[in-house]
């Protein structure tokens, strides 16, 4: 199979289309069982051998790493700094509108009696710790990835500003040796309600991205890496290993979620590296594509409407995936869109036409690197969201 060269400037492909693939798995994970829905295909999607929707949400995961630390050293590279300012403020228009809308929309529906959602459920939501909250009601239950996106964002920048670029790697692999072993002593020891939502129980999944993104071309010269990313097969054998592994919690814990996540890693690494093979070219089919853009308001909306415990008309199938899509599709063109729309603007009366200049180093350098999280990364902007890059004179976010 011939590769395409992993492009360091432009188009990311099939990233949407992961996207696409990750938030099908968390609704198909979510739908099974509730009302309606076939009892066949719920025994399928909703079972105790396969975490579909956990599954998805660790393709999430190791994509955002990913994306996170490409952006954050091809800032570096071309500017030799990145502005943490632009970073904040792109995070903040990128995330808030959208989620807090939603926080919104669910307390209105609370105050008329459709969902549940306590005290307790909304300063939570409102902080970002949900994945700290084991008594989460199910309308919020969801938010606990996003809280570990947030504290993935807060705390990888810091890092790398911390000990550069050249030395992230160890640092990358520090988490996916001690993550494993603190998730096995908790289960063991501790039995708490958020081992596996908590970030120091979580985070090896993002640290997956984070090393592929940062070793990406070293890796991909070396003939036992290659060997793996370029044999499609070979990716979804250890996948397959890696859910077999974690029907038992224990090996789950201790092995099992690693190897799901390395599966993942390597796929995305074979998706980008082979855009024109079969499944590449259905990744970037623009369907298929335009729901990946679609992902975060599914994500945030689905969970209302896809309630198994819930003899409620809308979490009825079909009627609740019809309306699960239609106000995600809402809150992308309502909510998302519009706000992104108006940030280069908002970024040049902020900060101008170029970037600014904290304190950073280059790539390998002793000085200190700081980085951009994902959708807000270096000069790029809501590109990161549809998986693209593009120089600072492109023109800006679409």
Known sequence: MTATPVATVGR??????????????VVLGHLGGTQGFPAALTAIISN????????????????SGFLITRLLVQEVERHGRVSLRRFYLRRVMRIFPAYYAFIAGLCALAAAGLVQLTGSDLLHALTYTVNYDGGRSWSVGHLWSLAVEEQFYLLWPVA?????????????????????VIRTVEYLFLRNDVIGNSFQTTADALAVGCL?????????????VTAIVDRGWVIVGMLIAGVGLSVLSITAMAAGLSLTQFAIGFGVLHLVRHPRS??????NWRPIAFVGVLSYSIYLWQ???LNRSSSAEFNAFPLNIVLALSVAVASYFLVER???????????????TQPAHPTAGAPGSGRSS????????????EELARGELRQPEGGGPA
């Open 160 to 180: 790398l500003v911390a000990v550069g670029v050249r030395r992230a790697p160890a640092v990358a692999l520090a988490v996916l040796v001690l993550v494993p």
């Open 12 to 25: 990311i492909p099939s990233l949407d289309g992961l996207r696409a693939v990750s938030i099908t798995a």
């Open 212 to 224: 592929f993104a940062l070793g990406e071309h070293t890796l991909l010269r070396r003939p036992q």
């Open 338 to 352: 519009p706000v992104l729309r108006l940030r280069p603007a908002v970024e040049a009366r902020l900060f101008g």
């Open 370 to 381: 700081a980085g951009v999280p994902p959708v807000a990364a270096g000069e790029a902007g």
């Open 278 to 283: 079969p499944f590449g070219r259905l990744l």
């Open 303 to 305: 969970q209302v409407f």
């Open 48 to 63: 105790d051998y396969v975490d579909l929707a956990g599954i998805g949400v660790r393709v999430f995961f190791v994509i």
